[in-house]
């Protein structure tokens, strides 16, 4: 499901592979470490292979789900940049396509770091990412990626097929992706988490028209110091798709369904009735 995003990386230079920390190291010439969607936690032995990795000024990408988030070791990594998960889900009353869980974020920090624009993002079941204000030094800095509107609440669980109903007390905005830069010893250090591995499915990709995949290729190409970052853009391909929102939905579901239908039914009937009359 990943075919177009992996084509993209190709063409921009980067070389993504399988590593196994259990009887190796990090190797010297990687530029980074992506952790995608694990589902069980990592050893012992290799959190302190990555955690010796970062302090020497490396990279880590993680993106959670939220229902495994009980990864000790990961989470104590997370720890060490001062993040720490919400195993709630997120909703948005305005901002989703769909479904409101379907989260269309606020990147305009992101867009700002990296000079992109003209382009949405979505992510859907996201979990809300804290920063751990106790835990915060004059050795961290945040840039808060991704973010849901004023308007986002938490939910344990979903009912079958329902989008209302939910306890919406607690809304408000909530991060959904951490930018976090550490230095340690002179080593400058990131920690980039993102609180949904289906931002980079395929189809939540076409959702925002490309704009997943343009954010993901900006922030690798920074992270890993590539200054050709404006290259590659231009050769994401997506899949066409019409996007829209309820409104718009509800709009043309009703023009459709109803009042087309309709409009023919009675000029029917009005030229039955002429010719009658005749």
């Not at 259990?22 to 069980?40: E, F, H, L, M, R």
């Not at 835990?135 to 939910?155: D, G, P």
């Not at 010893?185 to 490309?210: A, T």
Request: proline content about 4%; overall charge negative; glycine content about 6%.
């Amino acid at each position: 499901p990943y075919t177009t995003l992996f084509r993209s990386i190709e063409l921009d230079n980067v070389g993504i592979s399988e590593l196994s920390l259990i009887s190796s190291s990090v190797p010297d010439d990687a530029s980074g470490i992506i952790i995608y969607d694990p589902y069980t936690d990592i050893s012992d032995q290799e959190c302190t292979k990555i955690r010796n990795y970062l302090s020497g000024g490396g990279t880590l990408i993680l993106l959670t789900d939220t229902e495994y988030l009980d990864l000790p070791n990961i989470m104590s990594l997370a720890a060490d940049y001062g993040l720490e998960a919400e195993q709630t889900y997120l909703c948005e009353t305005t901002k989703y396509i769909g479904q409101i869980y379907m989260i269309v974020a606020d990147s305009s920090d992101a867009s700002t770091a990296l000079g992109i624009s003209g382009y949405s993002v979505v992510l859907p079941l996201a979990h809300p990412i804290k920063i751990n204000e106790d835990a915060q030094t004059s050795a961290l800095a945040y840039l808060e990626f991704f973010k849901t509107s004023e308007n986002a609440y938490t939910v344990e669980e979903f009912s079958d097929g329902e989008n209302d109903g939910y306890d919406r007390s607690d809304a408000g905005t909530r991060d959904i992706g951490v930018l976090a830069t550490a230095e340690t010893d002179g080593n400058v250090s990131h920690f980039l988490w993102i609180s949904s591995p289906g931002y980079l499915s395929e189809e939540i990709n076409s959702y925002s028209v490309g704009g997943n995949y343009v954010y993901f290729l900006a922030m690798l190409e920074q992270l890993t110091g590539k200054i050709n970052s404006l290259a590659p853009i231009s050769k994401i391909m997506v899949e066409p798709s019409l996007i829209m929102n309820s409104a718009q939905t509800y709009f043309w579901t009703v023009f459709l369904c109803v009042a087309l239908p309709s409009a023919f039914i009675i000029a029917g009937a009005i030229v039955i009735r002429k010719r009658r009359q005749r």
